[in-house]
């Protein structure tokens, strides 16, 4: 049996109702459908106890998501009327912070800073999905990669809200096991 690149002591199962504030956690699939089972958990479970939940997701993803969070009762609509369904898709995200094939910080902490602020409207908690990073890494543009799964891990301390990012395992292999080390340390829990 061969061993695994992630690192065990790291994985923790998640209940979506237990959640701190500031916990930053990465998915690791290998099925669309582990990743969007986790996902219309993580974001329903946010809408269904009055939080606010930002998607940056492919288009597939977020068409996934949409469907299965209307199919578990979640009243899509008024949420999105109400700011606490905010969705926007990754490589349109990406095109608003990327210099170069670089994340500019300044860039990112007012995209993000601005979403977060309109998803705090009338104090509510916030949950955030971002596959930007996934799209990254896919690009082959690893340092970038963790340079952007940084300015998260920073900007999450600072705003104080949840984030759940997601990778498939596809894209990792020994060769890359220094970057999946640093994008691992960059989160509080691995699914």
Request: aromatic share 10%; net charge negative; charged share 25%.
């Amino acid at each position: 049996m061969s061993q695994s690149i992630f690192p065990e002591n790291l994985l923790t199962p998640v209940f979506w109702g237990e959640i701190a504030p500031c916990e930053h956690i990465a998915q690791f699939y290998e099925h669309d459908r582990a990743l969007l089972d986790a996902l219309t958990g993580f974001i329903g479970d946010g809408l269904k106890t009055g939080e606010s939940t930002i998607v940056i997701a492919t288009p597939q993803h977020l068409k996934a998501l949409e469907q299965g969070l209307l199919n578990s009762g979640v009243d899509l609509v008024s949420a999105i009327v109400q700011h606490r369904y905010i969705a926007l898709l990754a490589d349109e995200a990406l095109k608003l912070f990327m210099v170069d094939h670089w994340p500019d910080d300044d860039l990112f902490t007012t995209f993000v800073g601005d979403l977060i602020a309109r998803a705090k409207a009338n104090g509510k908690r916030v949950r955030a999905f971002g596959e930007m990073v996934a799209l990254l890494w896919a690009r082959g543009d690893v340092a970038a990669t963790v340079r952007l799964e940084y300015l998260w891990e920073q900007l999450c301390k600072r705003q104080e809200f949840s984030l759940f990012c997601a990778y498939p395992k596809a894209g990792f292999t020994k060769e890359s096991s220094q970057s999946l080390r640093e994008i691992c340390e960059a989160h509080s829990r691995i699914v």
